[in-house]
Every structure is written in structure tokens, then in C-alpha cells.
């Protein structure tokens, strides 16, 4: 057990984090140490156990991975982090290696490249698979330019974590309630968002952010279901 590298768990959905949890303690360097499902006792975790790795799964309870992996970076850890999400993935990589991860794995393809993921995070090493690789070496010989941007991209860390929590159901008051902001400032993040993504009113709002929690994609103001 001395020799196994400690695998911490940040994730809200506990089948997954089960099977996530045996999938990692059947490799004979590897053990499964800790779990948390929001970033405050995350953060507790974190300092009691002292993790090698850290695997964070963006949407988390009643908070947002990439907030973690923030702190994280701002603590001077040199803690390797490995994010997951079932979002787009060109949409939340480059804003989790910005944020510092070290990885970045859809939950669809978890259970086949995690252990592979982990071991090169632990190598010093960075994990991301061909694809977006290929996505993010294209955005930057096109110098980021906002015009080839999709609306979503536009939009700023905050501004997106805001969109996810109107998605899942919070109002303006809760929302500034857990990001310790005002509701007028919530509301300014609101209009941002509306005119970003070409919605016109509170409910394309909702509609939409509804739409991108439970499939991880932007839905079309277009759509007739909107």
C-alpha cells in the first residue's frame, strides 16, 4: 500500500465514482484514497490525504470542477489534475488546461483510457486524446481569433458556470448565494450570456441552458422546441 500512488476522487455521481474507484485499485501501483462530490470538502480532503493525483469531474453537487482546479493552481500544488466531463470536449479542455489540469477525459471514454491518463499525468506528462489535441493546436494557429469562435466559447469561465447552474434549475439569488455575488451581478452575467449566445429573453435562457446541462450541447435558438 506505501507504493501505490493515491488516487483522489472528486465526482457527485456515486455508480460512476464506484466503478471508477475498483477500475483504478486493480492496478498494483494505484489505489483509490479519498473522495469528495463538491469543492469545499474536496478541498479539506485534499490537504488531510495529500493526494499524487487528482481526478475532477466538472460538473460537480452543488459546485464547478474547473473552480477546484483553480484553487488548486493558486495553492502552488503540484498535484497532477485529471478532468472529466460528459460536455463537449474542444469546449472544456482548453478552459481546464487553462485552469491548470494536467489531463482532460470524457466520461464516455473514461472506463477505456483513465488508467492510461493517470500513469502519464503521474510521468509528468499531459493526457489529452487525438482529437483535441488536434482542436487546440488548431485554435492556436488561428491565433484565437473570436470571430472563428463558437457562442459558446465566447463565453467566460464565469459566464459558463453561470449558464450550467441556471441549467440546472438555481435562480439568480441561489446562484449568487454559492458564488458569493451580488444578484445584480448575476443578472449582468445573464445579459452577457444572452447576447453571446443570441437568445432573446429569460426563458430562451433557461430553455437553452436546460437543454446544454442535459445533453452537454448548445441548442439552437433556431429550434423550434425553443
Known sequence: MADKKKIMLVEDHPIFR?????????????????TATDVEPAIKEIEAL????IIVDISLKNSDGIDLVHHIKKQNCDTPVLVLSMHDEYLYAQRALHAGAKGYIMKQEAMESVVTAIHQLLAGKVYLNE???EHILSNISDNFKTKDKSPMDRLTDRELQVFKMVGKGFTSKEIAVKLFLSIKTIGTYRERIKEKLGLKNASELVRCAV?????GQIQSVDDSSL
Open 211 to 215: 437543454h446544454f446541462e442535459k445533453t
Open 131 to 133: 482529437n483535441v489535441k
Open 50 to 53: 495529500k493526494p499524487n493525483l
Open 18 to 34: 464506484l466503478g471508477l474507484a475498483e477500475l483504478i485499485n486493480q492496478e498494483d501501483d494505484l489505489v483509490a484514497c479519498g
